[in-house]
């Protein structure tokens, strides 16, 4: 033997020797994080310093469960520590399944590079798998710092990762690539193509600041997370991971079918983790169904780490009424309407009832409805499953309806009792009794009347409506009479059938007619065209479609004839009109209303002169509704010239009148004190106040229309202060009850404003002209119907009512907005107003689960724990936050710590939280 030779085996012994005195020492085994204690085959190793709520605990969970990361002494996993180069290479083979391989390994453990004896096997196959070699790795072997004890850095941690997945042709494709993050100079000139390719596979993130940090150290935690996100583009993997569609699943037992087809079972207990790789949330086994995609760590038999990865079932499922069993050919007769089918069984079936607990086959009684499965990932053609969802019931009960499915004749309550939906089929010869006693059919049954039902065999047989719900039609017609009362309204039906519809008229309804400014009910007039908006039946609008009142702005009186009381005037282009005044014209003359004797001396002769007078009129058809001497014009800037001091404006007939006016005119504008003509924009609606003479601005007016959220109110000083949707603040005093409008209620008083509600605000210049308070909708969506293009919401009190949306509608949720109604969806919580311009504005709320902290009392903030993310963590509540578990309501202090929630914000502020 040479002396080369000699010395070289010498060393290998003495190495040996060391690696099995190093390895019989728990003292070092436990300082390392390749070696540490043996992860027990019964339960992952649960970890002092990891937190229930620290950021990478499912990732550090599941390392831990394959065995590929262990703890330190004291059960300490010590996430913040930076992990050395040659622990890195120990994870990373060992999450490749290859550690056997490394200990029958026959390399040579003489190392060109200084590394600690328990590493060297793992170094050694490393180099010889080509994770890293020896060109690369002698750059810096002169630094102070032994090779494998030199701390791992980000771009040499993309390097290794990204071999050891196999995706090193995906590195050399992208090394061209240019770099996405703002320290890109900082690379190494071989780091580009690695961490472009492990970004792009989303294994590694930069920061928040756009910067990667390429030479900076990786943690434990971070690096559990990196090769955590890679184990899904392994090709080699530890023999500890199963993967494959659920066969079966118990309280005690999980079957999975790999990809060739074997099927093995495995054992479950109290200490198995499952997560779903959708949000890396922790889910309970209920969670995963027959035949969803699971990813499964386990050892000697025992799952110690499930993640769902894809909750598509592979299932034909069939639902009906079950007729017969007949348990000796394992068949059973299926009623489907009015089909009956015969069904073949699996030997096995498996049979439960709606909430999971097993049956016999022979238990489920005739008129039960019964759900069928079958495995489609299987051959055979016989059903497997079967979920018993109804018993027959026949019954007494007391809900809301919350569904009426006219093409499967079926109905849908909401059960008082228990707060849980329940759907019947509605028996042939069902009837409907009304409030007030009177019989009637299914067609006056609506979605969110509260009723009493009765079930015999499943099917319901009768309703009694005790209160009706809120339901929003429209309907139109022509105008036939309003009763002397004002009380009812009646109309000819549109459509041609001359059928007559009488309805209530809700307190404070509301009246359009273009043109006509706070038109009320005593402007309709027989024989208009209407559009009705209608509650329960009730007119809370009617909107005049057939006539429009025509303004005519700055006319000059030409004659007046008051035996016939018609009235010539000419336009400011010059075209002659004539219209009849009658005693029911309003006529104003200055701050005064005058009456029609009054109109020849006060106009025509000589009160201002002879010069001829300038008048503004409201016509409809022929009539005069309203006359005045022109001294204020409203409209909107059309033309704006401050260098002659000229100003044109665009009245609402459409009408462009140019005034002379000076620089220094007043011009009154909300929030915004000694503004001037320079303040103006064109588009602006302003009004503008005229000489005597008519011929000159002495002041003008910056109108204003807002749609607000109130959130404080004063009501000794009659205060109200809001905010808009760009969060600019308000504050003004309502001064009269007058100036409050709230439609379809009885009451219009100060103290009907509420904090969180909207208001919209007309402003004329900086005083306040009206608030009308908008009648807003929270609550659960239930249902959406795109082709009806209707929501129904099930608000926080508990009603149900169907919501029509129409064509002109916004959705806004996070900063997006939206014009497409199948943006919502079922169990979004939303809430709904109308916008200055009466479109309907629908905010979804921000939706989330989470844990909580702590409630403080005194402010009345609930704090929650912090999430990866790094969520808001301090929340206030909307004034009428709903706050259940259930159908019960809870008070804010009855959220405690670890408690897990859900989560329901719009605005920066809790509307709902429900107790899981």
């Known amino acids: 033997m040479k002396g080369n030779n000699r010395k070289q085996v010498r060393k290998l012994a003495a190495a040996a020797l060391a690696f099995s005195v190093l390895m019989s020492s728990p003292a070092y085994a436990a300082d390392i994080a390749g070696s540490g204690t043996t992860v027990s085959t019964q339960a992952i190793p649960s970890f002092t310093d990891v937190s229930s709520t620290h950021w990478a605990l499912k990732h550090i969970t599941k390392l831990a469960a394959m065995g590929v990361i262990q703890g330190y002494e004291k059960g300490e996993y010590r996430p913040e520590n930076s992990v050395s180069q040659q622990e890195v290479i120990v994870m990373a083979l060992r999450l490749m399944g290859l550690e056997g391989e490394v200990q029958k390994s026959k390399t040579d453990i003489v190392l060109p590079f200084a590394v600690d004896s328990y590493f060297k096997p793992y170094v050694a196959y490393a180099f010889d798998k080509g994770l890293i070699n020896i060109q690369e790795e002698a750059d810096g072997t002169n630094a102070k710092t032994a090779w494998g004890a030199r701390e791992a850095t980000r771009e040499w941690?993309?390097?290794?990762?990204?071999?050891?997945?196999?995706?090193?042709?995906?590195?050399?494709?992208?090394?061209?690539?240019?770099?996405?993050?703002?320290?890109?100079?900082?690379?190494?000139?071989?780091?580009?193509?690695?961490?472009?390719?492990?970004?792009?596979?989303?294994?590694?993130?930069?920061?928040?600041?756009?910067?990667?940090?390429?030479?900076?150290?990786?943690?434990?935690?971070?690096?559990?997370?990196?090769?955590?996100?890679?184990?899904?583009?392994?090709?080699?993997?530890?023999?500890?991971?199963?993967?494959?569609?659920?066969?079966?699943?118990?309280?005690?037992?999980?079957?999975?079918?790999?990809?060739?087809?074997?099927?093995?079972?495995?054992?479950?207990?109290?200490?198995?983790?499952?997560?779903?790789?959708?949000?890396?949330?922790?889910?309970?086994?209920?969670?995963?169904?027959?035949?969803?995609?699971?990813?499964?760590?386990?050892?000697?038999?025992?799952?110690?780490?499930?993640?769902?990865?894809?909750?598509?079932?592979?299932?034909?499922?069939?639902?009906?009424?079950?007729?017969?069993?007949?348990?000796?050919?394992?068949?059973?007769?299926?009623?489907?309407?009015?089909?009956?089918?015969?069904?073949?069984?699996?030997?096995?079936?498996?049979?439960?009832?709606?909430?999971?607990?097993?049956?016999?086959?022979?238990?489920?009684?005739?008129?039960?409805?019964?759900?069928?499965?079958?495995?489609?990932?299987?051959?055979?053609?016989?059903?497997?499953?079967?979920?018993?969802?109804?018993?027959?019931?026949?019954?007494?009960?007391?809900?809301?309806?919350?569904?009426?499915?006219?093409?499967?004749?079926?109905?849908?309550?909401?059960?008082?009792?228990?707060?849980?939906?329940?759907?019947?089929?509605?028996?042939?010869?069902?009837?409907?009794?009304?409030?007030?006693?009177?019989?009637?059919?299914?067609?006056?049954?609506?979605?969110?009347?509260?009723?009493?039902?009765?079930?015999?065999?499943?099917?319901?047989?009768?309703?009694?409506?005790?209160?009706?719900?809120?339901?929003?039609?429209?309907?139109?017609?022509?105008?036939?009479?309003i009763s002397d009362d004002k009380k009812i309204l009646t109309i000819t039906r549109a459509g041609g059938t001359n059928e007559l519809g009488a309805y209530y008229l809700a307190d404070n309804a509301i009246v359009t007619i273009d043109g006509l400014t706070n038109a009320s009910l005593y402007d309709l007039e027989a024989g208009d065209d209407l559009k009705l908006e209608l509650v329960n039946n009730k007119v809370v609008s009617a909107t005049v479609t057939s006539r429009s009142i025509k303004q005519i702005t700055f006319a000059t009186i030409v004659k007046y004839d008051p035996d016939t009381k018609g009235l010539m005037v000419s336009s400011d282009n010059g075209d002659l009109s004539a219209y009849k005044m009658s005693d029911n014209t309003a006529i104003k003359y200055l701050d005064a209303t005058i009456p029609l004797s009054n109109f020849q001396s006060m106009f025509i002769d000589s009160a201002l002169g002879n010069k001829a007078k300038k008048v503004d009129l409201k016509v409809s058809k022929n009539k005069i509704v309203q006359i005045q001497l022109s001294s204020q014009i409203d409209g909107t800037v059309a033309q704006l010239n401050t260098s002659t001091n000229q100003l044109t404006i665009r009245t609402a007939g459409g009408q462009n009148l140019t005034f002379n006016t000076v620089s220094s005119v007043p011009v009154d504008m909300l929030n915004r004190s000694g503004a001037t003509l320079s303040d103006l924009k064109v588009g602006d609606a302003i009004t503008i106040q005229l000489n005597l003479t008519q011929d000159y601005i002495n002041q003008i007016t910056f109108k204003k229309v807002g749609v607000y959220k109130t959130i404080v109110t004063n009501t000794s000083t009659r205060q109200i202060s809001v905010k808009d949707d760009t969060g600019a603040q308000l504050t003004f005093t309502i001064d009269s009850n007058d100036r409050i409008s709230n439609p379809g209620k009885a009451t219009h008083d100060f103290e009907d404003l509420q904090v969180d509600e909207y208001v919209k605000a007309t402003f004329n210049g900086s005083k306040l002209d009206t608030v009308q308070l908008l009648n807003t909708v929270r609550g659960k969506v239930t249902a959406v119907d795109p082709n009806a293009l209707t929501l129904t919401v099930q608000d926080f009190q508990g009603a149900v009512q169907v919501i029509p949306v129409g064509q002109q509608f916004v959705i806004k949720q996070n900063g997006n907005v939206s014009a497409a109604i199948t943006t919502i969806k079922p169990n979004d919580r939303v809430e709904i107003i109308k916008d200055a311009n009466d479109k309907l504005t629908i905010q979804i709320a921000n939706a989330s689960k989470r844990i909580v902290s702590s409630y403080d009392v005194v402010l009345n903030q609930l704090l929650l724990k912090p999430t990866a993310n790094g969520d808001k963590t301090t929340y206030n509540f909307f004034s009428k936050a709903y706050l259940h578990k259930g159908t019960t309501n809870v008070a804010a202090n009855a959220f405690m710590e670890n408690e897990e929630i859900m989560l329901y914000t719009l605005d920066d502020k809790i509307i709902e939280i429900e107790k899981q």
């Open 157 to 481: 941690v993309a390097k290794l990762v990204i071999r050891a997945i196999g995706k090193q042709s995906l590195a050399q494709q992208q090394a061209s690539a240019p770099v996405s993050f703002k320290d890109g100079k900082d690379f190494s000139s071989w780091a580009t193509g690695y961490v472009n390719a492990a970004v792009s596979l989303n294994i590694v993130q930069g920061f928040e600041d756009n910067s990667f940090q390429p030479k900076g150290k990786v943690t434990r935690a971070q690096m559990a997370t990196f090769l955590s996100r890679a184990d899904k583009n392994l090709t080699t993997r530890t023999d500890r991971v199963v993967t494959g569609y659920v066969m079966s699943l118990t309280d005690r037992k999980i079957s999975v079918m790999n990809a060739n087809g074997d099927t093995k079972d495995y054992n479950l207990s109290t200490d198995t983790v499952i997560y779903n790789a959708k949000d890396d949330s922790r889910i309970p086994a209920s969670a995963i169904k027959l035949t969803n995609e699971v990813y499964v760590v386990q050892s000697s038999g025992n799952a110690l780490y499930i993640e769902l990865t894809n909750d598509q079932q592979k299932l034909e499922t069939i639902e009906g009424t079950l007729n017969q069993v007949v348990l000796s050919d394992m068949i059973l007769l299926l009623q489907q309407g009015s089909n009956q089918k015969v069904v073949y069984l699996d030997p096995n079936v498996a049979v439960t009832d709606k909430d999971g607990r097993g049956m016999s086959l022979s238990s489920i009684a005739p008129g039960s409805v019964i759900q069928l499965s079958r495995n489609t990932l299987l051959k055979e053609q016989k059903f497997s499953q079967i979920v018993v969802k109804q018993i027959p019931v026949s019954k007494q009960a007391e809900g809301t309806v919350t569904n009426i499915d006219k093409t499967q004749n079926k109905i849908t309550f909401l059960e008082k009792t228990t707060g849980q939906p329940e759907t019947y089929s509605i028996a042939a010869n069902a009837f409907v009794t009304l409030p007030d006693g009177t019989p009637a059919d299914l067609s006056r049954l609506h979605i969110g009347d509260q009723v009493s039902y009765n079930v015999k065999t499943n099917e319901m047989s009768s309703v009694t409506v005790k209160k009706t719900a809120d339901v929003s039609t429209t309907v139109q017609g022509t105008l036939s009479s």
